[in-house]
């Protein structure tokens, strides 16, 4: 009381009153900029953490998948490999026979002329040194066998596999055939195990001077054993960032291939030395139920364990593998935690400068309560002192914030930040990699100028909405680099807004994907297509037909049409020569299908020896052009054929409907058609017949008679029966 009582009688009161606000009101102030700052600081961190991390997951994702599907694709292509790479040792090996005959046969005698030319092919190796040349004559008499000379001179056109098939008759009859060459399919021991013939494939051809058959092949087994030995050195090659690797496991505990484990190669877990090894890996594949992203023990690229790491892992059912990728560290992580680590040394520096700042100050502004004349000189020299220390912690700050930008610049993505009017002020490296732009070409430009006319005004309107909806946006976009080109993006846009809840900043980060759309486009063949014939599959023509329909409710005046044709008796000539030639009767039949049709009429396979030839679109009478169609199709498939040396005539029965006039729903005009191809089987095969409404009466009649259902259930589904060859 009585220090107040000085105060006042001093007539400072009021100044000292307002120094006390002053102070409480600096308190407030730099304890509010120093929270807000914290929070502004750590929330960035942690966005651009989790952007980062997320980028490794869909890494390690994309790799596993990439591989696994290669692997299938490699595997299901083992017999084209076979054929492939047999018709060219063949071809090559007739060319230098032929060669040598034309340098010789006028110079040396026969039987001299012949040992040479069987010599020159002796030594002959492919298929990793089991494939060789085979040469006989039009008698059967083996005259070259390079891992049996023994067998030379002999004859063996008896010779017959577990199926009972004479393949050497085959081979002759494929020399002697108007083409002079083909494939053999057939079964044999493998080099060195008696106990079972495996599945066998050659490739025959004629060697026109001495009328001699030269052959070569392979096991398919053997190839596709080949083929996993390429997957794994393959998938072993693969490195993703600094020190990402794939690793191969089979599901019983064996060590495939992987940098990290590349010490256990060839290993199963029971024969690993160390305790804590087998525990590791057996604990990763009991963890292992189906194909996504684990956390368990692994093995870091230079083969020290490490805890707890990210794992992705996928099965590859075909050879029972387990693909397993990590040890993937994005640099930039290792970067962002330097920083953090730094900034945190930092705050606390500057946490305790900031309380002793403040403990400085209300001791100061205590003794001016009591010494103000006196101390007033202090507390100006200790404000100086805190500037000064607020200078260092700014320059520091600097310092930090230029070690994210390297952070930024060393990401593998491309990244554009723009500011609230969207005008580009900052790019990293990745995006002058990806799009050829420097930074001085797009700086305050519009990213839009990045853009193609891939996307119409729609597209952008509705990423633009999510945006400010849910304050980011992911996709794919195609854009245009540089020079011109257009490529697919893979683009993630995030809005960041101040602490006024403003926008401040758009981020960008994307990556280029052209490699894994062509890859995708390739599947998406694979998937539409048939595999033996090439033509469009089911999938592939109920599309067709859904969209062609369609266009019919638009143009009532338009027609289509629909032929369902099958071969008769098919099942007699996979009986009687195998699959093998029945193989080669559909692509025959397929390609003469497509010779018929017109240029607007889609041709498709929809199993077993079914084929569906869909006509297009058009005003019209439509049944006649359906009847000629018809008509030229039964022509061209009874042509004769010799597949094999084998001669052969096949004929065909087809159904034909008519839409809109027997129907406009695709199921039901499948159906149709495939009735009247029941009733041109029953009128004799080798016609058509033009579907009408009793052919479904009566139909219907038949399954209620047989108690199958109620006449509306049969007329509205028409099961055909399928024992029509």
Request: glycine letters at 6%; a negative charge; hydrophobic letters at 40%.
């Amino acid at each position: 009381m009585d220090f107040m009582r000085k105060i006042r009688n001093t007539g400072l009161y009021p100044f000292w009153l307002v120094s006390a606000i002053l102070v409480s009101l600096l308190t407030v102030l730099f304890g509010y900029l120093f929270i807000a700052n914290q929070q502004y600081f750590n929330g960035n961190l942690e966005k651009l953490h989790d952007s980062l991390q997320l980028n490794i997951n869909r890494r390690l994702q994309s790799e596993v998948a990439d591989a696994a599907q290669f692997i299938n694709a490699r595997y299901h292509n083992a017999e084209q490999v076979i054929m492939t790479r047999s018709q060219s040792e063949v071809m090559q090996a007739i060319e230098v026979m032929n060669s040598l005959y034309q340098q010789n046969h006028e110079k040396m005698p026969e039987a001299e002329l012949k040992t040479m030319l069987l010599e020159a092919l002796r030594g002959v190796r492919f298929f990793n040194g089991r494939g060789y040349i085979f040469v006989g004559d039009q008698q059967g008499k083996n005259l070259l066998l390079p891992l049996q000379p023994d067998l030379e001179n002999h004859l063996i056109a008896d010779l017959k596999d577990d199926h009972g098939v004479y393949f050497v008759r085959r081979f002759l009859r494929v020399s002697r055939s108007e083409e002079g060459r083909g494939y053999v399919r057939y079964r044999w021991y493998p080099p060195g195990d008696r106990s079972e013939m495996r599945d066998k494939i050659a490739f025959i051809a004629r060697f026109e001077p001495y009328n001699w058959l030269v052959g070569a092949g392979d096991y398919v087994f053997q190839i596709q054993e080949d083929l996993q030995q390429e997957m794994v050195n393959r998938l072993q090659s693969i490195q993703f960032g600094n020190d990402g690797y794939i690793s191969i496991l089979d599901r019983n505990g064996k060590v495939i291939a992987g940098k990290g484990v590349d010490r256990f190669v060839g290993l199963q877990v029971s024969q690993l030395e160390s305790r804590s090894d087998r525990e590791r890996i057996s604990a990763l594949l009991s963890k292992i139920q189906a194909e996504g992203f684990i956390r368990a023990d692994w093995y870091l690229e230079d083969g020290q364990p490490v805890q707890d790491q990210l794992l992705y892992a996928s099965l590859l059912p075909v050879w029972d593998w387990v693909i397993v990728a990590g040890g993937y560290t994005d640099p930039s992580l290792e970067l962002l935690s330097e920083q953090r680590q730094d900034i945190s040394q930092n705050q606390v520096v500057s946490n305790v400068t900031l309380v002793l700042l403040f403990v400085a100050l209300l001791s100061v502004a205590f003794m001016m309560l009591r010494y103000y004349s006196r101390e007033l000189r202090v507390v100006f020299s200790n404000f100086q002192n805190n500037f000064d220390q607020q200078n260092i912690t700014l320059n520091e700050n600097a310092r930090s914030l230029e070690i994210s930008r390297r952070i930024v610049d060393a990401a593998h993505e491309g990244i554009m930040i723009t500011d609230a009017e969207n005008r580009i002020i900052q790019i990293n490296d990745s995006f002058t990699r990806i799009t050829g732009y420097l930074f001085d070409d797009v700086k305050g430009k519009n990213p839009n100028i990045l853009g193609s006319s891939s996307h119409d005004y729609l597209f952008y309107q509705e990423m633009w909405n999510a945006i400010k909806k849910e304050g980011e946006w992911h996709g794919e976009v195609w854009n245009m680099r540089k020079n011109g080109a257009i490529y697919p993006q893979a683009l993630s846009i995030t809005c960041y807004h101040n602490q006024e809840g403003e926008i401040e900043n758009y981020i960008g980060t994307f990556t280029d994907i052209s490699q894994r759309k062509a890859f995708e486009e390739q599947l998406e063949h694979l998937a539409q297509s048939d595999s033996l014939t090439d033509l469009p599959n089911r999938r592939s023509l109920s599309r067709r037909l859904q969209y062609e329909l369609s266009v019919l409710k638009r143009y009532p005046e338009r027609q289509l049409g629909l032929i369902f044709l099958d071969l008769d008796f098919f099942k007699q000539i996979n009986d009687t020569y195998g699959h093998g030639i029945g193989d080669q009767v559909l692509i025959i039949i397929a390609r003469r299908l497509a010779d018929a049709v017109r240029a607007i009429d889609m041709v498709s396979r929809v199993g077993g020896d079914e084929f569906v030839v869909l006509l297009g679109n058009q005003s019209g009478e439509m049944q006649r052009t359906a009847i000629q169609l018809a008509e030229r199709i039964i022509d061209a498939i009874s042509q004769p054929m010799t597949i094999a040396g084998e001669p052969l005539n096949v004929t065909t029965s087809l159904g034909i409907a008519l839409a809109p006039e027997d129907s406009c729903n695709d199921t039901r005009l499948l159906e149709y058609a495939d009735l009247a191809l029941y009733h041109a089987k029953q009128e004799g095969r080798n016609n058509y017949k033009l579907f009408s409404m009793w052919m479904a009466d009566t139909k219907a009649r038949e399954m209620q008679s047989q108690g199958v259902g109620s006449g509306a259930d049969a007329a509205g589904v028409l099961p055909i029966s399928d024992d029509r060859n």
